[in-house]
């Protein structure tokens, strides 16, 4: 009796430390681990590890935290020797295994915490522990969401959420709240897979069970974590200001609960939209207190976040040093995040727990099948044991099958995505050679004209101080127009760009497009005209229409020569759609050359007939806003004979 007093009064310890230190973040937890080297080695001393490697864990000292959390796995596994069908050892086992997978979650590597998630999911398994798999599951689900395998996320969440609403009405669930709880928290993490997904809908309906059971269980953390989700989808709709009060609210309810990931998250959001309001500076200051906390607590896809808004914040108010630095740091934590070998491993990861499964589940049929075999086999002859037979081996070719028909689909998806990441790579290494080249030519020729200027100050004549000023505002407008191609070409790669097609007149468009560049074709004397017939109905975007268009007559007046013509016309391509072309009678492009026009990983850029200067990244966008607009792009040029551009655009009916 005197050894099960002590015990209790040992882990009502334990969980006092514990909760002073949720409340206190000035609470060690080195009482703790003094308290943990007066217990024997049971399941006291294993949970004790289990807090303190919360603790760990909660601080950001992620290596103790898995130091602990393995201390209290190896005690469970040696009294399991003892006792090996003891439901509570291996319940810890689980349970040990799913907290070192999340230690790993939060360090961003999500191979090794897909590894321990699977693990933790078997364990639970076998002793069909419901609760544990529910929150497993979850578990798993999200961490395919943060690597972008957004199907899978699906199918676990939804595992999950069936299970919960199972658990609601289940004697394992000690009151109605906690299971309420799981199924709030379960419509939640579908509703952030949808939100990803960019089906907004979807993703408010969900948020909107979940935000009603958090209001009801009064889960201060649920609203939080809700309200922020909300204000994301207003912030992608456009709805800046409700999404700003969305987000506040959010923030106050994390730093009242001292929910330092969710205020992180808070404040960079809310900074990010600043930035969109144009209060740039008060972006800045939101984006740099999140910085600091998300450094503090090494949060690497939170990290990536912020640096990204830095750069597009600083990228706004014309800082091209500062933006630059943090583009490569968001690119540097994206690359040590996302790379082919942790695809794979979890691909195989995948494939050999569900392979496993499987057999278990196979296993299972087999010993059912045999216990009843064995019921009637004093009133059977023996031709049931021929039957039998041909059901075990009809069984272990079924398994068979199933194992190469697995290994064939991971070979598969492991060969796509090394085909994807291989073009991603290329791609990358043709963005930042354009950034270190396009830079370098207009800052250097900068350098030059003013260097001469400081040295012979009094020696100009009014003509060359001119001319120097038209070659500076010429190179910071090249610097200019890099940069806004560069952050355009960025928001369509992380799909911040979303083609919102709409019925217009495309002739309105092509004359504000020559209204626009009539003064720069005036310089060089070009005619710019537009033949198009008025009512053009086209369905498409219509920014990305003004944009394509106005980037290939730029670039026509670019290559054309002095004196020479443009004409913007339109024909009918078929009975869907309408071909739009653009025609110079300027200095050509070379046969080789007209295959690298629409690809960034084998662009190029020439200097125009005035020594214009490009960035090789306006036909890489042309390219991929008509695709989106389900439309196709191409050219036919002669050198010497000028250059014609064609796309197709889908017709619609004026009402």
Known sequence: MNTVLKKIICFAAIQLCCNLFIFSQNIKPDSLIRLSGKQRQDTVQCRLYCKIGVLYQGNGKYNEAITYFNQSLNIYKKLLIVKHENITYKKGISECLHNIGMVYDSQSNYTKAIEYYLAALRAAEEINSKIQIQEYLKSIAFTYN??????????????????????????????????????????????????????????????????????????TKGIAYCTGNLGMINK????????????????KISEELGDRNAISISLNEIGSIYNLIGESYKSIEYSARSLKIAKENK??????????????TYNKIHKPDSALKYFKLSAQIKDSISNSEMQKQITEMQTIYETEKRGREIVYLQKENIAKELDNTKQKNIRNV???????LLIASAALFVLFYLKYKANRKLSESESSLRELNATKDKFFSIISHDLRGPLASIRTTLGMYAENTDSFSKEEMQAFTKSILQSTDNIGNLFEN???????????????????????IAVLTVKFLETKASQKQIKLSCQMAKNTWIYADKNMVSFVLRNLVDNAVKFTNVGGNIIINTTVHDENFIEVSVADNGIGIPEENRDKLFHLNSSFSTMGTGNEKGTGLGLVLCREFISRNKGEIWVNSQPGNGTTFFFTLEKAEPD
């Open 236 to 251: 992608y709709r456009g709805n800046y200001y409700k999404a700003k009060e969305y987000y506040e609210k959010s923030l």
């Open 486 to 508: 560069l952050l355009t070409w960025s928001r369509t790669e992380t799909n911040r760009i979303v083609c919102k097609p709409e019925e217009f007149d495309l002739s309105e």
């Open 386 to 392: 021929f039957i039998f037979c041909a059901l075990l």
């Open 146 to 219: 943060k690597i972008g395998n957004l199907k899978v996320s699906i199918e676990y969440f939804t595992k999950s959420l069936k299970i919960a609403e199972e658990l609601g009405d289940s004697p394992e669930i000690a009151t109605a709240t906690s299971g309420k709880s799981r199924i709030a928290w379960c419509y939640n993490s579908l509703g952030v897979v949808h939100r990803d997904r960019n089906n907004y809908d979807m993703a408010i309906k969900f948020f909107g069970k979940a935000l009603l059971l958090f209001q009801e269980l009064n889960d």
């Open 299 to 312: 949060y690497l896809q939170l990290l990536q976040a912020v640096y990204f808004n830095l750069y597009e």
